[in-house]
């Protein structure tokens, strides 16, 4: 059941995006209203996505071409978080990075110097790499296992992303690769952990009672939202199946169909 005196008393809405406010590159119908509607009341929004295929710039490019504008500071990013706990423990490392050039591009802008050159690495940074190669996981299995102690990081643990048929591999099942060849786990940034939700709540300015985090997978989006003591609001609108929720040991405080239902609370 929709609890509408909550969702009026958020101050600050984190809305994964793929299969919450859109899927693939179709925009859910109700996305542009309820995004107005949240600012008209004087609350925030901002998009908070583990996808680190893409930086900032793509996404904001991305949404401008499904009809919504955006600027950066709109963004919690799994990149922006990598960067921000790359800078706190491992600042300065050479990376190499098993991303796209995008993420690549983003780690730089940050002030890391990446490689290819595997003698000077000093951090292995794996993303959702959507121009993955062989090279790189040959790359990568070489320096874990010559190298057992190298910092190893991975931008987020999603196993899967949604697209309009269906799902393509993500990087915790690269991550789940690499595991058989080196027996190594990294050390995982995005949500499920709780700094996402939490770096973002310090940028607006908003306390956890008065902030959600919305979205369609329970082992992401939910167990983040939890983590960081926000109300976590699970939308039936993407990955999770009926089967999936009642079979988690983790429950949302919310479960709705869409976020729709957001829009017709605020309305």
Do not use: W
Request: charged share 25%.
């Amino acid at each position: 059941m929709v609890n509408y005196d909550t969702l009026r008393g958020i101050k600050l809405f984190l809305f994964d995006m793929d299969g919450t406010l859109y899927l693939g590159d179709r925009l859910f119908d109700f996305t542009p209203e309820l995004l107005d509607v949240i600012r008209s009341k004087g609350a925030k929004y901002m998009f908070m996505t583990n996808n680190s295929s893409k930086s900032v710039t793509d996404y904001i490019k991305k949404l401008a071409r499904l009809g919504i504008e955006s600027e950066y500071g709109d963004f919690i990013t799994s990149s922006q978080a990598t960067a921000y706990y790359l800078k706190k423990h491992h600042s300065g490392a050479t990376l190499y990075v098993c991303g796209t050039e995008s993420l690549k591009e983003e780690l730089r802008q940050n002030g890391f110097e990446v490689s290819e050159d595997l003698e000077k690495i000093e951090c292995i940074v794996m993303g959702f790499d959507t121009e993955l190669t062989f090279k790189k996981l040959h790359d990568v299995s070489y320096l874990l296992l010559t190298r057992p102690d190298i910092p190893y990081i991975a931008t987020n643990p999603d196993y899967v992303c949604p697209t309009e048929f269906g799902s393509v591999p993500d990087c915790g099942s690269v991550c789940d690769m690499l595991y058989n060849v080196s027996r190594r786990r990294p050390i995982v940034i995005g949500k499920p952990e709780p700094l996402m939700p939490q770096l973002a709540m310090e940028m607006a300015g908003v306390a956890r009672e008065q902030t959600a985090v919305i979205g369609d997978r329970i082992y992401t989006d939910i167990k983040s939202g939890l983590a960081s003591e926000a109300l976590a609001i699970l939308v039936m609108s993407g990955e999770t199946t009926r089967e999936i929720l009642d079979a988690s040991p983790e429950k949302p405080d919310m479960v709705l169909d869409s976020a729709k239902e957001i829009l017709e609370a605020l309305k």
